[in-house]
């Protein structure tokens, strides 16, 4: 396989992921105005935002015409792993301080979002490590 076609593909490994879990975040979402439990409210808001960016961020990487610089984007994906911890630690701050359900659902919204970001940046971390 050569050069272009590698970062093609890295373009759709990266991007692909994110625009489907956007999608499946945001249709989620669509259920928060019937819900009557604040814990789930509060996991559906952070469901749409995160949703909204995750999507976002997915199209543009999947679109992109521009090259990669596979260092720079391994440097990119190597921090947003460790901003992914602490992403998954507010949520948990949240849980512990939150005082109400909508607070706490919110926590576990982050904590949902932040997981799922860390095992995907994770992945394609060591995947541009090891394999190109």
């Known amino acids: 396989m050569n050069e272009t076609s590698k970062i093609r593909n890295l373009r759709k490994r990266i991007g692909l ?5 956007g999608g499946i975040n945001m249709l989620a979402a ?20 995160w949703g909204l960016i995750d999507g976002i961020l997915g199209l543009v990487t999947y679109l992109r015409k521009k090259e990669f610089n596979l260092e720079r984007i391994k440097k ?3 921090v947003n792993t460790y901003l992914d911890i602490g992403y998954m630690v507010i949520g948990i701050l949240l849980i512990i301080l939150g005082g ?4 706490i659902g919110n926590g ?8 799922f970001l860390f095992v995907v940046d994770l992945i394609h971390y060591r995947h541009i490590k090891y394999s190109i």
Request: proline content about 5%; glycine content about 8%.
């Open 17 to 21: 992921p994110l625009l489907v879990w």
């Open 30 to 49: 669509v259920f928060y105005p019937f819900s009557t439990s604040d814990l789930i409210k509060g996991i559906l808001l952070q469901s749409f935002f």
């Open 76 to 78: 990119i994906l190597l």
């Open 100 to 103: 109400n359900a909508f607070l």
């Open 108 to 115: 576990l919204g982050v904590i949902i979002q932040g997981l």
